[in-house]
């Protein structure tokens, strides 16, 4: 499978409990980007890495959240301390770095819904 | 921040009709996307568009990068069943990595 791949699908938890999802992206993409989506909305953007550098951060990224991607490869997005706001669609996608036809388009897994009771 | 509006909300149609959605921003893109997202699973992409005025087509979708270069359209010819679902338009702006997403178009096929 050559496909974005994300774990757990799905993740229902008490509040205040701490949560990782990982995701493991198109092996020869360098660049790898997580989303949040709540229901109704479009993805949010939270951070991107290219190679295991984290180059952005959205403010949505609550000291609360966490990711890495320690060797470049697969990444792992933390929350602690959860809270019944952090229940949404969390999702994965990468990207090359190619030229123009094709160039850095987004390929997204099939996301890790959270439910925070 | 850049913001996307997406317009309609939600359609529904029967089928075989044509669709027609578009995208606005209050920002100059460099590129744009439209992805499309059914129930449960994540976005999938359908056309992605790179210069202002280009034309695109994937079968029955056209897609169509704005002379602004401040907008976008999506146009789904002869709709079936199977085009029922959530449809995204995203754009980049030039030099940044990040896609921003439109609120969704949620269309819905009367048989």
């Known amino acids: 499978d050559t496909g974005v791949s994300q774990n757990p699908r799905h993740k229902i938890t008490k509040r205040g409990q701490n949560v990782t999802f990982r995701c493991d992206p198109i092996s020869e993409h360098n660049r790898l980007y997580w989303y949040r989506q709540t229901l109704g909305q479009g993805p949010e953007f939270l951070t991107y890495f290219q190679n295991e550098a984290q180059l952005e951060k959205s403010r949505l990224l609550s000291d609360r959240f966490s990711a890495e991607r320690p060797k470049g490869s697969f990444s792992t997005l933390e929350i602690q301390r959860t809270e019944q706001g952090d229940s949404a669609m969390y999702l994965c996608a990468s990207s090359s770095r190619g030229g123009l036809s094709g160039a850095n388009v987004l390929t997204f897994g099939a996301g890790s819904r959270l439910t925070v009771l | ?111």
């Open chain 2, 1 to 111: 921040g850049q913001q996307l509006n997406q317009s309609p909300q939600s359609m529904f149609i029967q089928e075989g009709e044509d669709v027609s959605m578009n995208c606005t921003s209050s920002s100059i893109f460099n590129t744009w996307l439209w992805y499309k997202q059914d129930p449960g699973e994540g976005p999938v992409l359908l056309i992605a568009l790179y210069k202002a005025g280009e034309l695109t087509s994937n079968g029955r979708l056209t897609a169509q990068f704005g002379i602004t270069r401040k907008d976008s359209f999506l146009n789904i010819s002869a709709s079936i069943p199977s085009d029922v679902g959530i449809y995204f338009c995203a754009g980049r702006i030039q030099g940044a990595q990040k896609l921003v997403f439109g609120q969704g178009t949620r269309l819905t096929i009367n048989p």
